[in-house]
């Protein structure tokens, strides 16, 4: 649990590139077990505070590093990521780790397996350092749904990081690794990542296995990485992307080269600038002024980098909550029935009759939050509902779909703010869950239409708060995302 200590105070750290650390690895001026050990010492010190870390899987990430070692000293080749300590978030399974999803209901269970991406991450060499906290079963959008208590901000710690990959988000931000794998099903990377000022990534649905992912939404979910810079993030998601055959909607094209991607400038010789898209819907009414100034002075910047600025209309954004909430929370209800109390996981002490075993488990198991997404995806479902409302969420989520095909016909990508507003303060929003389900109102869209994006750091408001811009992309071309990206970082930095 992180301290009661009611002082805010600033973690923020940024970590060495996966560039440096490759040449200090080489040269041998960087052991990779003494780097992986400096990492654990900087989580002992700062984790009580921050609540980042669930647990820790030192044997495994020690091995990892005393084969990079190995290697370097030989002077073989190394792994895309040998060496690079990497978090991951607690929705993702590792062999012999637990796997809580932030929930009491899978208090004890280790899986016998790893989820593809964490496969990747390992066969390129990462050292895998543990699980970090996040809301449970990805539910929420500050991280303070957690079983184990929240997590705070880095940059403040009275503040959330975002949600539901919280952990992920502040891991990076506070240095406690130097990149992280996250979940996002309606924006649990992009918020996070904007929120603590890093780089997060959500690939087009498909591009990275959901192979050992603890569904929240089967069709929404997906697995992106979070790093402290743009090329960095573009080297994660190129090793986890690609086809895996354990998971039957993962896509079958072929992974780019995304860090050279991302190296592109906006304008090539020769060629026209690319071409952005700037949605009116997505500067209306709500949106914080100091988000509004910082998110509009990243676009003069882009426009003076080479790139052809113009609005595209998303009528239909303002649908995009309800449609939302709907269809994830019916995918919840059906991906949580399996959490019974009786297979593994928690299991109440209050009775041994199977069905009333089952009904205390689970109330005893899941969170409020939790709880309230089960009723409102089982009521959206049931029979004389199921029409008036998750049929109509679909075909209104159709036409959101049908919008961004019509709008990258004319641009090659579009930006917007990632969130309202700038990260709130610890329970400030817990008791109004509508005003909390708002914070996703910019990251929706783009995951109800499986589309890609990139958050990226857009400036700071004057309480110093960050600020990051949404990048969006049409499905298979993140590569431009990061292209994009990359151009407002540089402005930025």
């Given amino acids: 649990m992180p301290s009661e200590a009611k002082a805010a105070e600033t973690y923020v750290e940024k970590p060495r590139t996966l560039a440096e650390l490759r040449a200090d690895l080489i040269s041998g001026r960087t052991k ?28 495994r990430a020690l091995k990892q590093a005393e084969r990079v070692d190995a290697l370097a000293a030989k002077g073989d080749p190394l792994p895309a990521l040998a060496g690079v300590p990497v978090g991951i978030k607690d929705v993702l399974v590792m062999q012999g780790a637990p796997a809580t999803a932030g929930s009491k209901i899978l208090q ?34 500050s991280t303070e749904n957690s079983a184990y208590g929240p997590v705070r901000n880095p940059v403040d710690t009275e503040r959330v990081p975002g949600g539901s990959s919280g952990g992920s988000a502040a891991a990076v931000a506070a240095n406690l690794a130097v990149a992280t794998l996250g979940s996002d099903t309606g924006g649990s990377i992009r918020q996070p990542a904007s929120f603590c000022g890093v780089v997060g990534v959500l690939p087009t649905y498909g591009r990275v296995s959901r192979y050992g992912l603890i569904a929240f939404a089967s069709s929404l979910d997906r697995v992106g990485p979070f790093a402290a810079n743009v090329r960095d993030a573009a080297t994660l998601l190129g090793v986890i992307a690609g086809h895996d055959a354990k998971d039957a909607t993962s896509s079958a094209a072929p992974v780019p080269d995304y860090a050279a991607e991302s190296d592109k400038p906006l304008k090539e010789p020769g060629k026209a600038g690319l071409r952005l898209g700037v949605p009116a819907e997505y500067f209306a009414e709500g949106l914080d002024d100091e988000v509004r100034a910082a998110i509009e002075g990243g676009i003069a910047a882009l426009k003076a980098a080479g790139c052809t600025v113009k609005p595209v209309s998303l009528p239909h954004t303002k649908y995009a909550i309800p449609t939302y909430y709907l269809v994830a929370t019916a995918e919840a209800s059906a991906n949580l029935a399996r959490f019974d109390g009786v297979r593994y996981g ?15 488990s689970r109330d005893e198991g899941f969170g409020a939050e939790v709880k309230r997404r089960i009723l409102l995806g089982t009521y959206a479902l049931s029979a ?42 610890l329970g400030e929003k817990t008791g109004d869950p509508l005003a909390m389900y708002l914070a996703d109102i910019y990251t929706v869209t783009a995951s109800l239409a499986g589309i890609c994006g990139v958050t990226v750091p857009c400036g700071t408001t004057q309480a110093g708060l960050p600020v990051g811009m949404q990048v969006l992309a049409a499905h298979l071309h993140e590569g431009t995302a990061f292209r994009v990206a990359r151009a407002v970082e540089s402005a930025h930095l």
Avoid: W
């Fill in 108 to 141: 004890g269970y280790r899986p016998p397996y790893d989820a593809t991406a964490v496969a990747k991450l390992d066969a390129a060499g990462a050292v895998l350092l543990g699980k970090l906290n996040c809301d449970e079963f990805a539910m929420g959008s």
């Fill in 346 to 360: 928690y299991r109440s002490a209050e009775s041994e009759i199977l069905s009333s075993l089952y009904r205390h």
């Fill in 32 to 59: 990779a077990t003494d780097l992986a050990s400096s990492y654990y010492e900087r989580i002992e010190k700062k984790n009580p505070r921050l609540n980042v870390y669930l647990s820790l899987t030192k044997e």
């Fill in 384 to 425: 004389g509902y199921y029409d008036a409302y998750y049929l109509k969420a679909q075909q209104v989520r159709r036409l959101l779909a049908e919008e961004y095909l019509r709008a990258f016909a004319e641009v090659d990508a579009i930006v917007t703010p990632t969130s309202p507003m700038p990260a709130f303060k």
